[in-house]
């Protein structure tokens, strides 16, 4: 008989941003008046570019007239965006990506939590930590979980490697040989990024020992310096290990609109030999009918001219933020790290206060809301995160409170 997975009950779900929520709404309760700034939020502010704009009422339009009218979109995309992203995003950058090699979806959260589906049920897996949480959780309600240990409250076939200021945020090869390897960079939540040489160094790992690295490139967009990849196709040797996932969310501001691909080579097997492109175009085929034609158009827009040059202004902006918050906390003394190539700002909490110490320190003296690092992971502790998806102003005015305590 079938037996649901109960594993999935132990994990500690939404409990971070929850518990943040309760904190902060029974704080609005007993003051009314205070201001808050939110610097906790994962969602972008400004409006979608005025190119996808257009391209969305056009594409409505389009869906209107018996001539134009569009169905079930393909199953893996329309020719015309998966050709974009793969010029645009990758042959643009010299990685060798076929245009059929590119999965269009509806965003990266689903593709992160689904990808695992095309892999065998006792494979380990390797995660940052701290971590997204996505990538431990959709495991574990898959069952790739192995014995649970009360203690560590932690699963045997899930394996953590620590992200610290020792390792300047670049996890080491974890003990045991993992079959799946999540990697984001730039990193959420510490705002830091791999550099070409660390990236190539998981790559030959992966390779040497047959694990398949999912790479999550959700904050690409914000990458300033030269010497960070945008892709780990740019990577030698990536195409024989590497899927990588992409969003149309933080760049472009399809955090409502829903937008992403995945990436995965054609050359690319399992640790068993078995063939990931096909599994996933099976998967995809199966269970998803298809991104919206009007939201694929609208990703499509991103690749235009003005629509390049709307989403760097649109990342500026943000950038702007990210560096005033990074310059303020440190010029106060502050140890700062993110907020170059990312828009989070990951800093230590002072005077050994733990992250949600200074969760309540923040909330109650400067009315300031952000979210504790412990939350992401045990490695996480005594670090905080501060996002620059807000305004320019709420920065300044967030800096002005916590410079005053
Ligand atoms: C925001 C975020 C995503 C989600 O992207 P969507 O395309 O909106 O689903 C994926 N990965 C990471 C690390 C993120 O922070």
Same mark, same amino acid.
């Given at each position: 008989m079938f037996q649901a997975n109960s594993d999935y009950l132990k994990l500690p779900g939404s409990?971070?941003?929850s518990t943040i929520a309760k904190k902060t709404n029974a704080y609005m309760a007993e003051h009314p008046d205070a201001s808050l700034i939110r610097m906790g939020i994962g969602d972008v502010t400004q409006p979608?570019?005025? !190119?996808?704009?257009?391209?969305?009422?056009?594409?409505? &339009?389009?869906?209107?007239?018996?001539?134009?009218?569009? @169905?079930? !979109?393909?199953?893996?995309? =329309?020719?015309?965006?998966?050709?974009?992203? !793969?010029e645009n995003d990758y042959r643009a950058r010299g990685c060798e990506i076929a245009?059929?090699?590119?999965?269009? $979806?509806?965003? !990266?959260?689903?593709?992160?939590?689904?990808?695992?589906?095309?892999?065998?049920?006792?494979?380990?897996?390797?995660v940052c930590d701290p971590?997204?949480?996505?990538?431990?959780?959709?495991?574990?309600m898959a069952g790739r979980t192995g014995e649970y240990d009360d203690k560590t409250t932690r699963w045997s076939n899930v394996v953590y490697m620590p992200c610290t200021e020792k390792n300047g945020f670049c996890p080491a090869f974890p003990d045991r040989t993992p079959d799946i390897i999540y990697i984001c960079s730039p990193n959420n939540p510490t705002g830091t990024a791999l550099n070409r040489q660390q990236l190539q160094i998981w790559v030959d790992y992966a390779n040497a020992n047959k694990a398949v690295i999912i790479f999550d490139s959700a904050y690409e967009a914000y990458i300033c310096e030269d010497d960070i990849p945008h892709s780990i196709f740019e990577c030698e040797g990536a195409r024989t290990c590497a899927i990588e996932i992409k969003s149309f969310s933080k760049n472009a501001a399809f955090t409502g609109l829903r937008l992403g691909?995945?990436?995965?080579?054609?050359?690319?097997?399992?640790?068993?030999?078995? &063939?990931? =492109?096909?599994?996933?175009?099976?998967?995809?085929g199966t269970k998803y009918n298809g991104a919206p034609y009007i939201v694929q158009r609208a990703?499509?827009?991103? =690749?235009?001219?003005? @629509?390049?040059?709307?989403? *760097?202004?649109?990342v500026g902006r943000y950038m702007k933020?990210? $560096?005033?918050?990074?310059? $303020?906390? *440190?010029?106060? @003394?502050y140890e700062v790290y993110g907020g170059v190539n990312s828009p989070y700002i990951w800093l230590k909490a002072p005077h050994d206060m733990t992250s949600w110490e200074f969760f309540d320190y923040l909330l109650d003296k400067a009315h300031v809301v952000g979210t504790p690092g412990s939350g992401f992971g045990p490695s996480g502790e005594h670090f905080f995160r501060l996002t620059s998806f807000g305004t320019y102003e709420n920065s300044q005015e967030a800096m002005r409170r916590i410079k005053e305590l």
């Open positions: 409990y971070l941003f979608l570019p005025p !190119a996808v704009i257009e391209a969305l009422h056009k594409a409505v &339009d389009e869906m209107g007239r018996a001539e134009t009218f569009r @169905g079930y !979109a393909p199953d893996l995309g =329309y020719e015309f965006l998966r050709h974009a992203i !793969a245009d059929d090699e590119v999965f269009v $979806s509806d965003g !990266a959260k689903s593709d992160s939590g689904n990808i695992q589906e095309i892999f065998e049920k006792d494979n380990v897996i390797a971590v997204y949480p996505v990538y431990v959780d959709s495991n574990v691909a995945t990436i995965i080579p054609k050359d690319l097997k399992d640790g068993n030999g078995h &063939d990931l =492109y096909s599994l996933w175009a099976r998967r995809h990703g499509e827009a991103c =690749y235009t001219e003005d @629509g390049k040059q709307q989403i *760097k202004e649109m933020n990210a $560096s005033f918050i990074k310059t $303020s906390l *440190k010029d106060m @003394g």
